[in-house]
């Protein structure tokens, strides 16, 4: 029989059987009429929806779970306690409950009954007809108080609602706390999207440093080859002045707005000053990253050249094979980032390189001021190298032969 | 030709491998609770991140609050005692974090709070990262204080308050800050302290009783909307804070409207600024 025709037929009977007084008894418990008892099983029948059986949770030893619903301030602490004292069968479960009672399946409250204590149900719905003085805590099942009904305390309906018929009432706080739901994320992108998109990105990015970098070639060679030979020759000490220069250059910035506030006029520069400042803080990051990157297409084309391969030397191709080599250190992440832990481990290893490479820039760029100082860059030889010899010219055709002085007879 | 197969097959299945889904657990929560004889309700209402929406009960409710949260990282508070009137409301970080936001997920949390316009309510309300409204109109606010850490909170009074306003604090971290209908609000004294933040303070409304606003921002801006007629004041200790007003007669650091002392309608501003634009702006009645 399907469930809809059944509650159908269940609810005819039901209606048959004379409505007897109102005195009735918890399901399953005391001897009350009989009419009303037939009545109370076809409509406990009706709710039956293959919970367990109506009954009383015993007692847990003293090492037991127990629980006190004197507090329903603690919801999911308490559900958690609940859920871990069921037991498979059902009928197992032992629990102890402060201050009141636990039962198994559905349970009702007749409407001429008065509980004392508080009403704990595990895996049922709770109707109450007559009056409840404590709390009522339902586990995977509703509270319903009906018309007549009333709990003085306060509802807690984990995984089911509290509902109210009529006059029934409520003196304390009423809770539910429903079942959780897995919200699956979005859609997954798949992986090759993920791939084409990532490599999008970064080729929008390297032609962007592509441009800039050709940009500074053409119109600043002098300085990006100076801050690039500072980087090649100090590249620990770059590094090192870099990483100071990213610690300092926020503090740098509050003392020169806090210094141009001292004075009337300095206060009107400050806008001005922020902006100047912030755009040579991004001059000299971008300039120093192209600048390393041009350190080291020169390195590699030199390296090709003492190979015996013929190659036009020159700043541009410096730079577009250096930019080239930065993009191979995310080359491996744009194809393997999906994969769950190594993905992370590449894109970290790919930042803090690509980090690293921008400390070194902006050191040399730092060093070098921008790429007009040359004491870092190895171009010029120290004081300390000089000697007179260099002083001395040498005679083109040689050095004639001097006769060596004779020795005089004593 | 095997070897071929092999790599072809090894590469799309690579590719048709789908990362495994990680899945946000929500849960709801709702709690509420009949009027009863309560004499006041002092309310602490924390919200980790997410949206919050506050209004006044309609239907005998003394507080009601419906809740979506992310079960993984966040946990419902529901605590009230009947004896002292003391609630604490709302949602939290598990573990040591508070109220602060540990997983971007908890930004997608809800929730709808509702208090008994009758009860004399004090609310402190904790607002992590995330969207608040709070229309506050009717109800018998005798206190409130808001803090916002990093959120955008928009607080109106839409009907005029109920009782007697004792203060209304508003603490603004890095934040915005838009308050309307404040003259509805009566609160005697109105204090903002913020440190980063956009703050807008409209006094439109039913005028319910003169106001002290004392201000204390750092960084950001400050409006004031003041409905043409209202006498304002301004005392103001600035550091890189322009002060932008027409109307007000200047007198070293204090900017008055004319005709101050004999409106029936007045409003004292205290103001401490660094590095914050002021600005007044009349609202045509």
């Given at each position: 029989m399907r469930a809809g025709n059944r509650h159908a037929a269940l609810l005819f009977l039901a209606a048959l059987i004379p409505a007897a007084s109102v005195a009735a008894a918890p399901v399953g418990d005391g001897m009350g009429h009989v009419p009303e008892r037939l009545r109370r099983l076809l409509l406990g029948a009706l709710l039956y929806e293959g919970g367990p059986a109506p009954q009383a949770v015993r007692a847990a030893d003293s090492t037991g779970p127990t629980v006190n619903?004197?507090?329903?301030?603690q919801p999911v602490r308490l559900e958690r306690e609940l859920r871990a004292a069921l037991r498979k069968p059902i009928s197992a479960t032992r629990l102890t409950v402060t201050g009141g009672t636990a039962r198994i399946g559905a349970y009702s409250v007749g409407s001429a009954e008065t509980i004392h204590g508080h009403l704990v149900i595990l895996e049922g719905s709770a109707e109450v007809h007559g009056r409840v003085e404590g709390n009522v805590v339902t586990l995977d099942g509703d509270v319903t108080v009906f018309p007549g009904g009333s709990i003085a305390g306060d509802v807690l309906a984990i995984g089911g609602a509290v509902h109210r018929v009529g006059n029934g009432s409520i003196s304390g706080t009423e809770q539910e706390l429903a079942a959780a739901t897995t919200v699956p994320d979005a859609q997954p992108v798949p992986i090759l999207t993920r791939i084409v998109g990532r490599a999008a990105g970064l080729t929008g990015l390297l032609v962007v440093l592509l441009v800039l970098g050709l940009g500074l070639v053409t119109f600043g060679r002098p300085n990006l080859e100076i801050v690039s030979d500072t980087v090649a020759h100090s590249f620990g000490r770059s590094f090192l002045a870099g990483l100071l220069g990213q610690v300092l250059v926020l503090p740098t910035f509050g003392m020169l707005v806090i210094g141009l506030a001292l004075t009337i006029a300095g206060a009107l520069l400050i806008p001005f000053a922020v902006a100047v400042y912030v755009l040579v803080v991004v001059v000299t990051t971008i300039g120093g990253l192209l600048a390393v990157a041009h350190a080291a297409g020169e390195r590699v084309s030199h390296r090709r050249m003492a190979r015996g391969v013929s190659i036009s030397p020159n700043s541009y191709r410096y730079i577009v094979t250096g930019l080239g080599m930065a993009a191979m250190i995310w080359l491996a992440w744009i194809i393997f980032g999906w994969v769950p832990v190594a993905g992370t481990l590449m894109l970290t290893a790919a930042g803090l390189a690509t980090w690293s490479l921008a400390t070194v820039g902006f050191g040399a760029a730092l060093l070098s001021r921008g790429g007009m100082r040359e004491h870092f860059a190895g171009r010029l030889i120290s004081p300390e190298m000089m000697t007179d010899e260099y002083l001395w010219a040498t005679p083109q055709f040689g050095v004639p032969a001097v006769k060596r002085p004779e020795k005089r007879d004593e | 030709m095997m070897r071929t197969s092999i790599l072809l097959a090894g590469v799309a299945g690579a590719i048709g491998v789908v990362p495994r889904c990680t899945a946000q657990v929500m849960r709801t929560f709702s709690a509420s609770r009949p009027v009863a004889a309560e004499r006041f309700l002092h309310v602490t209402l924390d919200f980790s991140g997410g949206t919050l929406v506050l209004l006044p009960a309609t239907n005998g409710q003394l507080y009601g609050m419906k809740l979506s949260y992310d079960a993984d990282h966040s946990s419902p508070v529901q605590q009230y005692d009947p004896r002292t009137g003391i609630l604490r409301l709302g949602v939290e970080s598990t573990g040591s974090n508070g109220i602060r936001v540990t997983s971007r997920r908890q930004l997608e949390q809800t929730a709808r709070v509702e208090f008994s316009p009758d009860v004399p309510l004090v609310l402190y309300a904790n607002l992590g990262a995330g969207d608040a409204s709070l229309d506050l109109g009717a109800l018998t606010l005798t206190e409130l204080n808001l803090h916002g850490t990093a959120s955008r909170a928009s607080v109106d009074f839409s009907r005029p308050t109920l009782g007697v306003c004792k203060s209304a604090t508003f603490t603004v971290g890095a934040a915005e800050l838009d308050v309307r209908h404040l003259a509805a609000a009566g609160c005697a004294a109105i204090n903002v302290d913020g440190a980063v933040g956009s703050v807008s303070l409209a006094f439109d409304g039913a005028w319910r009783r003169d106001a002290t606003l004392t201000v204390d921002l750092s960084m950001g801006g400050l409006t004031l909307k003041v409905p043409r007629g209202v006498a304002v004041r301004v005392a103001a200790e600035r550091f890189l804070a322009p002060f932008e007003g027409k109307g007000f007669v200047r007198a070293g650091n204090t900017w008055t409207t004319p005709g101050f002392d004999q409106a029936p309608q007045k409003l004292r501003v205290e103001l401490k600024a660094a590095m914050v634009g002021i600005q007044v702006r009349w609202i045509e009645p």
């Amino acid at each position: 029989m399907r469930a809809g025709n059944r509650h159908a037929a269940l609810l005819f009977l039901a209606a048959l059987i004379p409505a007897a007084s109102v005195a009735a008894a918890p399901v399953g418990d005391g001897m009350g009429h009989v009419p009303e008892r037939l009545r109370r099983l076809l409509l406990g029948a009706l709710l039956y929806e293959g919970g367990p059986a109506p009954q009383a949770v015993r007692a847990a030893d003293s090492t037991g779970p127990t629980v006190n619903p004197s507090r329903l301030d603690q919801p999911v602490r308490l559900e958690r306690e609940l859920r871990a004292a069921l037991r498979k069968p059902i009928s197992a479960t032992r629990l102890t409950v402060t201050g009141g009672t636990a039962r198994i399946g559905a349970y009702s409250v007749g409407s001429a009954e008065t509980i004392h204590g508080h009403l704990v149900i595990l895996e049922g719905s709770a109707e109450v007809h007559g009056r409840v003085e404590g709390n009522v805590v339902t586990l995977d099942g509703d509270v319903t108080v009906f018309p007549g009904g009333s709990i003085a305390g306060d509802v807690l309906a984990i995984g089911g609602a509290v509902h109210r018929v009529g006059n029934g009432s409520i003196s304390g706080t009423e809770q539910e706390l429903a079942a959780a739901t897995t919200v699956p994320d979005a859609q997954p992108v798949p992986i090759l999207t993920r791939i084409v998109g990532r490599a999008a990105g970064l080729t929008g990015l390297l032609v962007v440093l592509l441009v800039l970098g050709l940009g500074l070639v053409t119109f600043g060679r002098p300085n990006l080859e100076i801050v690039s030979d500072t980087v090649a020759h100090s590249f620990g000490r770059s590094f090192l002045a870099g990483l100071l220069g990213q610690v300092l250059v926020l503090p740098t910035f509050g003392m020169l707005v806090i210094g141009l506030a001292l004075t009337i006029a300095g206060a009107l520069l400050i806008p001005f000053a922020v902006a100047v400042y912030v755009l040579v803080v991004v001059v000299t990051t971008i300039g120093g990253l192209l600048a390393v990157a041009h350190a080291a297409g020169e390195r590699v084309s030199h390296r090709r050249m003492a190979r015996g391969v013929s190659i036009s030397p020159n700043s541009y191709r410096y730079i577009v094979t250096g930019l080239g080599m930065a993009a191979m250190i995310w080359l491996a992440w744009i194809i393997f980032g999906w994969v769950p832990v190594a993905g992370t481990l590449m894109l970290t290893a790919a930042g803090l390189a690509t980090w690293s490479l921008a400390t070194v820039g902006f050191g040399a760029a730092l060093l070098s001021r921008g790429g007009m100082r040359e004491h870092f860059a190895g171009r010029l030889i120290s004081p300390e190298m000089m000697t007179d010899e260099y002083l001395w010219a040498t005679p083109q055709f040689g050095v004639p032969a001097v006769k060596r002085p004779e020795k005089r007879d004593e | 030709m095997m070897r071929t197969s092999i790599l072809l097959a090894g590469v799309a299945g690579a590719i048709g491998v789908v990362p495994r889904c990680t899945a946000q657990v929500m849960r709801t929560f709702s709690a509420s609770r009949p009027v009863a004889a309560e004499r006041f309700l002092h309310v602490t209402l924390d919200f980790s991140g997410g949206t919050l929406v506050l209004l006044p009960a309609t239907n005998g409710q003394l507080y009601g609050m419906k809740l979506s949260y992310d079960a993984d990282h966040s946990s419902p508070v529901q605590q009230y005692d009947p004896r002292t009137g003391i609630l604490r409301l709302g949602v939290e970080s598990t573990g040591s974090n508070g109220i602060r936001v540990t997983s971007r997920r908890q930004l997608e949390q809800t929730a709808r709070v509702e208090f008994s316009p009758d009860v004399p309510l004090v609310l402190y309300a904790n607002l992590g990262a995330g969207d608040a409204s709070l229309d506050l109109g009717a109800l018998t606010l005798t206190e409130l204080n808001l803090h916002g850490t990093a959120s955008r909170a928009s607080v109106d009074f839409s009907r005029p308050t109920l009782g007697v306003c004792k203060s209304a604090t508003f603490t603004v971290g890095a934040a915005e800050l838009d308050v309307r209908h404040l003259a509805a609000a009566g609160c005697a004294a109105i204090n903002v302290d913020g440190a980063v933040g956009s703050v807008s303070l409209a006094f439109d409304g039913a005028w319910r009783r003169d106001a002290t606003l004392t201000v204390d921002l750092s960084m950001g801006g400050l409006t004031l909307k003041v409905p043409r007629g209202v006498a304002v004041r301004v005392a103001a200790e600035r550091f890189l804070a322009p002060f932008e007003g027409k109307g007000f007669v200047r007198a070293g650091n204090t900017w008055t409207t004319p005709g101050f002392d004999q409106a029936p309608q007045k409003l004292r501003v205290e103001l401490k600024a660094a590095m914050v634009g002021i600005q007044v702006r009349w609202i045509e009645p």
